[in-house]
């Protein structure tokens, strides 16, 4: 019984170590960051995005694609000539035109030199129904969420 013990006591020693080194120390690396979204709405022809809390977020990288493109075949444009003015980030056709009868699936990461280590990920479907803009609700296979947790209406 004492030896059963000792083995039981030293092989669950000798564990804790091993799974560190398999799985690794949890630390700020490992938690998943979960995508935001937002409301859509047009200012003039731009279509734009509200950024709550944008402090000095600028837009990093911007991929606008059809609804259902598959990832190989989207696009994406690194320090787009896009800037957040009034807590807007505004889209103009210049940049990219989006067609009537369509929706599509507008991701985008923004950065901050105040807060480097904190980039902020969007996703947001954007439709476009006889020139008005509305936002539309995304699958889990769309955007990184807490399961169940985000309701937009069509």
């Known amino acids: ?14 564990a804790l170590p091993f799974i560190f080194l398999l799985t690794g120390c949890p630390g700020q690396g490992d938690r998943l960051q979960l995508d935001e979204t937002t409301q859509v709405n047009l200012i003039g022809a731009n279509v734009c995005f509200h950024i709550a809390n944008a402090q000095d977020y600028q837009p990093a990288i911007i991929s606008i694609n059809p609804r259902g493109t598959p990832p190989k075949n989207q696009t994406f444009v690194d320090n787009p000539p896009l800037l957040i003015k ?51 609700p995304l699958t889990d296979l769309e955007i990184l969420r807490p399961y169940g947790s985000i309701e937009v209406s069509e």
């Open 1 to 14: 019984m004492v030896i059963k013990r000792c083995c039981s006591l030293f092989f669950r020693g000798l």
């Open 86 to 136: 009034s807590g807007q980030l505004c889209i103009p056709p210049s940049f990219y035109k989006f067609e009537n009868n369509k929706k599509y699936i507008v991701e985008f990461v923004l950065t901050s030199n105040r807060n480097a280590d904190e980039p902020r990920k969007f996703v947001v479907g954007v439709g476009l129904s006889q020139d008005r803009v509305y936002n539309f």
